[in-house]
């Protein structure tokens, strides 16, 4: 059953701690993307990466990071820079980057 | 600056009626545009994709239209149902294999 997988679905994060936020896929797509979800706002791009070994930064970078080491994983970090990290994470992935977008079930973020 | 809109307030609508939500954007010159539709504390599910030189495309009880002079999509559910009822998005192509998603709107059918 292919699809994307987003883990843990609720995540605490404890004061100057880092955090890394797994998704998968396993529908052989070549783009990946994280956006970040706030209440009642549309979701905003943080990176995306078109291809294994390359990514971009979206619109609000600044405090993640991420690798795209292999096609099927692209694991966010949420550092400690990150000054307002509460939030509904939400991966995405799509075969080429004009295409229509695959979105897992989302990672809730809350600070302790 | 550029912006994508929906209409902020919830839209409320009776069985069996036809919903229609708005998107409007400015200074995007998009290729095409998608809508998704979101259920609490799940991702999104993509709906459908209207191309810029398409005018109107429909799929079971959607129906979506693109106008590139009003810079605005309409997205129609005719004879709606209560399990019609999630937040649905629009989201247009900003160049570079971006997306750039609209707030949403919500849709609450009452039975």
């Known amino acids: 059953d292919g699809g994307i997988t987003q883990s843990p679905k609720y995540l605490f994060r404890k004061e100057g701690q880092n955090v890394t936020l797994s998704c998968e896929q396993n529908l052989n797509h070549d783009a990946m993307y994280w956006y970040r979800q706030d209440p009642g706002q549309g979701l905003r791009l943080i990176y995306y990466?078109?291809?294994?070994?390359?990514?971009q930064k979206g619109d609000i970078a600044e405090g993640y990071s991420v690798s795209r080491e292999k096609k099927e994983s692209f694991p966010l970090t949420v550092t400690s820079a990150q000054k307002n990290p509460t939030a509904f994470y939400l991966c995405a992935s799509a075969g080429t980057s004009n295409q229509p977008q695959h979105f897992g079930d989302g990672t809730r973020l809350s600070i302790l | 600056s550029q912006k994508i809109e929906q209409n902020s307030e919830a839209l409320n609508i009776q069985e069996g009626k036809t919903a229609t939500l708005t998107c409007n954007y400015t200074?995007?010159?998009?290729?095409?545009l998608q809508w998704y539709r979101q259920d609490p504390g799940r991702g999104p599910v993509f709906l459908l994709l209207?191309?810029?030189?398409?005018k109107e495309k429909r799929k079971e009880r959607l129906k979506v239209t693109f106008d590139t002079t009003l810079k605005q999509s309409l997205f129609h559910i005719t004879a709606s149902q209560p399990a019609d009822s999630a937040t649905y998005l629009c989201?247009?192509?900003?160049?570079?294999?971006?997306?750039?998603f609209g707030q949403g709107t919500e849709l609450s059918v009452k039975p």
């Open positions: 209207i191309r810029e030189n398409e």
């Open positions: 990466s078109q291809i294994v070994n390359d990514f």
């Open positions: 989201a247009l192509d900003n160049q570079g294999g971006k997306l750039i």
């Open positions: 200074n995007y010159s998009p290729a095409y």
